[in-house]
């Protein structure tokens, strides 16, 4: 059974960092391609980062060159880096894991069918 829980989530000033966590228990592996989306209030969950698991992450338009992406190990936990915030990445931000390999997942990355793995997401505001 595998179990997302995602934390960091909170309030900031446009132009602000924070930094999400998802700690991942199970059948999780370090080569499992992890994904995070958003979801603002009235809208369609949207894909923001993917790191496919072997080295090579991938980033939506509205988020490159501000959000990183990255995976630790040891501690079986993937982590979204936010900086430089504005309101409109304000929502809901979940963490996802897929089953298929990387190559497959890759391809498919932005979509929300390509994961089978969910947390319950945190909540980002930024005002």
């Known amino acids: 059974h595998v179990q997302l829980v995602e934390s960091g989530g909170g309030s900031v000033q446009a132009g602000g960092s924070l930094r999400l966590s998802c700690a991942a228990s199970?059948?999780?592996?370090?080569?499992?391609?992890m994904g995070w989306f958003r979801q603002a209030p009235g809208k369609e969950r949207d894909w923001v980062a993917t790191?496919?698991?072997?080295?090579?992450?991938y980033y939506g338009d509205s988020v490159k060159g501000r959000f990183t992406i990255s995976q630790d190990s040891a501690k079986n936990t993937v982590y979204l880096q936010m900086n430089s915030l504005k309101p409109e990445d304000t929502g809901i931000y979940y963490c996802?894991?897929?089953?298929?390999?990387?190559?497959?997942?890759?391809?498919?990355?932005?979509?929300?069918?390509?994961?089978?793995?969910w947390g319950l997401g945190t909540q980002v505001t930024v005002s």
């Open positions: 996802a894991g897929a089953k298929s390999n990387w190559y497959t997942c890759v391809v498919n990355r932005s979509a929300v069918g390509t994961y089978d793995y």
């Open positions: 199970g059948s999780i592996q370090r080569t499992n391609c």
């Open positions: 790191d496919n698991g072997v080295g090579t992450t």
